[in-house]
Every structure is written in structure tokens, then in C-alpha cells.
């Protein structure tokens, strides 16, 4: 995959990990997708590299969304470790 199709893929698994984390973030729509885009990188590269799971070159292989999906939920748990769980 190219890195528009990560780019998309993640803005994607930011939605999706969105939906299955509600509340509000302190970054907004913003971060939340900036946080998506990274955490499909993050869920794509631990994926390759620990669990020996190859990132595949289609779009919509099943592996590459959870890993995607993955990556994007651990880095919006840490995201709303670090900075709260609410704007003020």
C-alpha cells in the first residue's frame, strides 16, 4: 500500500476506534485524527515486526484494519492517559 491508502486507511481506524472509545478528547477532531493516521502506522509496524504478520499490499485485508484499528485504540488510550479525558 502507498501512503495515501495508509493515510485513508487511518483516518478510517481513527473513526472506528472513535466509535468504540466515545467521550471527548482533549484535541478534538484534529488529534483524534492525526492520532488515527499514527496509529495506523504504529499498528502496521507492530504488526510486522512481533507478531510476524506482514503488512499486505491489499487495502482490505482483515490483518491490516485490526492492526490499524489496534494501533489506533492504544495510541487514543495513551493520548487520553496523558492529557485528560476532557477540554477545560
Known sequence: MGI?????LGL???AI?????PGRDPGG????????IAGAFVGGWL????L???VEKHFFDLYTWGAAIGGS???LIGYRLLFGNSRD
Open 12 to 14: 478510517l481506524a481513527g
Open 52 to 54: 510476524h504478520r506482514p
Open 47 to 50: 504488526s510486522s515486526h512481533f
Open 73 to 75: 485504540l492504544v495510541l
Open 17 to 21: 476506534a472513535k466509535i468504540l472509545l
Open 4 to 8: 495515501i491508502s495508509w493515510i485513508i
Open 29 to 36: 477532531l484534529i488529534g483524534t485524527t492525526l492520532i488515527g
